[in-house]
């Protein structure tokens, strides 16, 4: 699997858009890029994938560079109840034996200050 | 549908004892997982699934048996409790390649 690369912590102002970085430079054509993000100490959440088109849904945005070598999680309108560990995974999802393996790295703690 | 089950929220061991964790889901998904969370670390997978009768080992397999017999069903075992397996364990379930997974709110282990 592709290894991912985020920054250890960020700072957003509640209520302005939260940007989320994630390089990762050794991506497959078979891998896709999924965002999960974890509160506090319960299970991660899943928040959205995307392949190599920019995704949307009621949580968050994704928008993936056309090398497919970044991303970037966008939650539009963040609140308080958005800070949280997020975690950039890239996931082999067809033509492989590993499709249901999901390796999370370290990830980015976003705190979402009032 | 009630989701990833997992039981017991809670439990302590004694060194050497063995113990089965329970996960149960509802939603007739193909996949599930199970990762452990060491305090302040990240998730870990131990052994995932891909269907009734197909495991393979994670990151961190040894010391855990897993078997799938049914699709709804995947426990996880400690065959002997160490102190170095005191953790939060999740489990989790997808339904299939393409899609997210969903969590369990996890199992606190811990063995003296």
């Known amino acids: 699997d592709a290894k991912t690369t985020q920054p250890p912590s960020m700072d957003c102002a509640e209520g302005r858009a939260a940007n989320l970085p994630c390089n990762h430079s050794?991506?497959?054509?078979?891998?896709?890029v999924y965002w999960y993000r974890q509160i506090h100490s319960q299970g991660p959440q899943y928040i959205i994938h995307?392949?190599?088109n920019n995704e949307t849904n009621e949580m968050a945005s994704l928008i993936i560079t056309e090398d497919r070598k970044s991303s970037t999680l966008i939650l539009p309108h963040a609140t308080l109840r958005d800070t949280a560990v997020y975690y950039c995974?890239?996931?082999?999802?067809?033509?492989?034996?590993?499709?249901?393996?999901?390796?999370f790295g370290q990830g980015t703690t976003l705190q979402v200050k009032p | 549908n009630a989701g990833v089950t997992q039981t017991p929220k809670f439990q302590v061991l004694k060194t050497g004892q063995s113990m089965t964790l329970q996960c149960a889901q509802d939603?007739?998904?193909?996949?599930m997982s199970w990762y452990r969370q060491d305090p302040g670390m990240g998730l870990r997978l131990i052994h995932y699934?891909?269907?009734?009768?197909?495991?393979d080992q994670g990151e961190v397999p040894n010391g855990y048996n897993v078997s799938r017999s049914t699709t709804e069903d995947f426990p996880l075992r400690l065959l002997s409790a160490a102190p170095s397996q005191t953790s939060v364990y999740f489990c989790?379930?997808?339904?299939?390649?393409?899609?997210?997974?969903?969590f369990g709110s996890g199992t606190r282990l811990t063995v003296v």
């Open positions: 989790a379930s997808s339904p299939g390649h393409n899609y997210g997974y969903t």
């Open positions: 050794t991506i497959s054509g078979n891998e896709y």
């Open positions: 995307g392949l190599k």
């Open positions: 995974i890239v996931r082999v999802v067809r033509g492989s034996s590993n499709t249901g393996k999901l390796i």
């Open positions: 939603m007739n998904h193909e996949y």
């Open positions: 699934s891909v269907g009734a009768g197909i495991t």
